[in-house]
Structure formats: structure tokens, C-alpha cells
């Protein structure tokens, strides 16, 4: 039964990793590229580099919704984050032990670890209500 698993758990990981590498792609790179200027280095406006405008053009919008996200979760985490996280692990393993999930010991580990994660996102999102509209719109923008 055993090396019925594992020969099941190495076919399903090739198998996927199969799938991830063929529906890769690569885009043509542009024509137009200014060789006057360094592609690494900033333009003389403070702006991003030629690599960084050329190659990735949503860059700048991505990046200011990554940079927002990251604040509004920061204020979240520190207005409620780790009393969140705290009240969610105790839950979770007071539950999972009790629940004893498969047995006792891996009821507790895994009751843990999901009230940590929720108690962490709650705490966070009661913290702060503008971090969930944040974290929505960094991961609408392609």
C-alpha cells in the first residue's frame, strides 16, 4: 500500500509539473529599445527604468497597489493583528483537539495552524476595514 501512495503522489507531482510548464509563454520582446541609455538605471525624472516601462508598463499601477496594500494590512496588523492571531490559535487547537480530527495529536497541530490563519485575517480586517478593499484591489489589477 505504501508503494501504491508513492508511486501515485510522484506521478500526480510530475504530472503537475507538466502542466505548469506547458502552458507557459513568452511574449516578443519590444523593437524600439533607446541602447543611448542603460536599461538598469533610473530615468532622470525619478521615474522607473526602460526595462521597467518597456517590458512591464503595468508596473507603476501594480506597484502602488501592492504599496497601498502593504500599509493599510500593516495599520490592520498593528490595530488588532496579533490579539487576533493569538484568540484564533487558542480556538483553533481548543477545537481541534477536541474534534480529534484523525487522532489527537494531528487534530491539535492542524486546528492550530487554521485558527492562527483566521485569527491573523480577522484580527487584521477588524483592525483595519480598508485592508480587505486593499488587498481585493492588488490582486484585480492583472
Not at 51 to 57: H, K, L, R, S, T
Not at 59 to 72: G, H, P, R, S, V
Amino acid at each position: 500500500m505504501k508503494l501504491f501512495r508513492s508511486l501515485t503522489l510522484s506521478v500526480l507531482v510530475a504530472c503537475a509539473m507538466a502542466v505548469g510548464a506547458g502552458t507557459a509563454h513568452a511574449e516578443p520582446a519590444p523593437q524600439e529599445i533607446d541602447w543611448s541609455q542603460p536599461l538598469m538605471t533610473p530615468t532622470s525624472d525619478g521615474g522607473s527604468s526602460q526595462v521597467a516601462e518597456q517590458f512591464f508598463p503595468e508596473n507603476d499601477a501594480k506597484q502602488a497597489a501592492f504599496d497601498n496594500m502593504t500599509n493599510e494590512v500593516n495599520i490592520g496588523w498593528n490595530n488588532g493583528g496579533l490579539p487576533g492571531l493569538a484568540i484564533g490559535a487558542n480556538v483553533g487547537s481548543v477545537v481541534g483537539c477536541v474534534s480529534i480530527f484523525p487522532n489527537i495529536l494531528a487534530g491539535c497541530i492542524l486546528g492550530t495552524a487554521i485558527g492562527t490563519i483566521a485569527g491573523a485575517v480577522i484580527g487584521i480586517d477588524m483592525g483595519n476595514p480598508d485592508a480587505q478593499a486593499a488587498v481585493e484591489q492588488f490582486f484585480a489589477i492583472p
